[in-house]
């Protein structure tokens, strides 16, 4: 299968700086990247839907300030952590799938451990 | 408001025997059904995939079945192996499956040999 890559895998982070983490499609063209977060004994939620070269769509209740992210090529999507308090502390995992392809086609990262102290 | 849930946070079974995963969900609107499998530090991979319009789909040891009047599906695995151990995330998606994907919160399948 096609392989998504994420960057860094875990960090840790003090309150109010900003945190910024990597996407990559690494054997296929993603037009669409999708960030999701997990908290603990809580399911995926998507955040925030993003075609490359377009603004991303962010889901009710995400701030599109706070959460910025950026799909500017067709093998990368970032997402930066804006001014960081403990309650970002989360699990955040990108998915990617390529032009026309349906759900079952998407392709997930590892994810990324985000810790703010 | 979970409109995809898998009440059971884990399940043990014996290699060989049946593994029979649950999910329920409450939004009339989804008309598309996967199932999805993830290691420790890895990303959720796709395992399987019903559309509403089926009420059963096979692949191999894994059979996923739909009942859409009780809004309720189910992965079987038959025979289980160790290396189905993992996290499997239900999920349910509109529009044929191309639109964004509602995800439970998994259950956790261990096999004992």
């Known amino acids: 299968g096609a392989v998504v890559s994420q960057h860094p895998s875990r960090v840790i982070c003090k309150s109010g700086t900003s945190v910024k983490i990597e996407c990559r499609s690494l054997d296929f063209q993603a037009t669409t990247m999708f960030w999701y977060r997990q908290f603990p004994k809580q399911s995926l939620m998507l955040m925030a839907t993003s075609n490359e070269g377009s603004k991303a769509t962010y889901e009710q209740g995400v701030e599109k300030d706070k959460f910025l992210i950026n799909h500017a090529s067709l093998t990368l999507s970032t997402l930066t952590v804006t001014s960081a308090h403990p309650e970002d502390s989360s699990f955040y995992i990108c998915?990617?799938?390529?032009?026309?392809?349906?759900?079952?086609?998407?392709?997930f990262g590892p994810g990324t451990r985000l810790t703010v102290t | 408001d979970q409109q995809v849930k898998q009440n059971s946070p884990s399940l043990s079974v014996q290699e060989g025997r049946i593994s029979i995963l649950n999910c329920d969900y409450t939004?009339?609107?989804?008309?598309?059904f996967l199932w999805y499998k993830k290691y420790p530090a890895e990303g959720p991979t796709f395992l399987i995939s019903i559309s509403s319009i089926k009420d059963k789909n096979e692949d191999g040891r894994f059979t996923v079945f739909l009942n859409k009047s009780a809004k309720h599906l189910s992965l079987h695995i038959v025979p289980s192996q160790p290396g189905d151990s993992a996290v499997y995330f239900c999920a349910a998606s509109f529009g044929g499956g191309y639109q964004k994907v509602t995800f439970g919160i998994g259950t956790k399948l261990q096999v004992i040999p």
């Open positions: 939004n009339s609107m989804f008309d598309y």
């Open positions: 998915s990617a799938r390529g032009p026309g392809q349906g759900s079952y086609e998407q392709y």
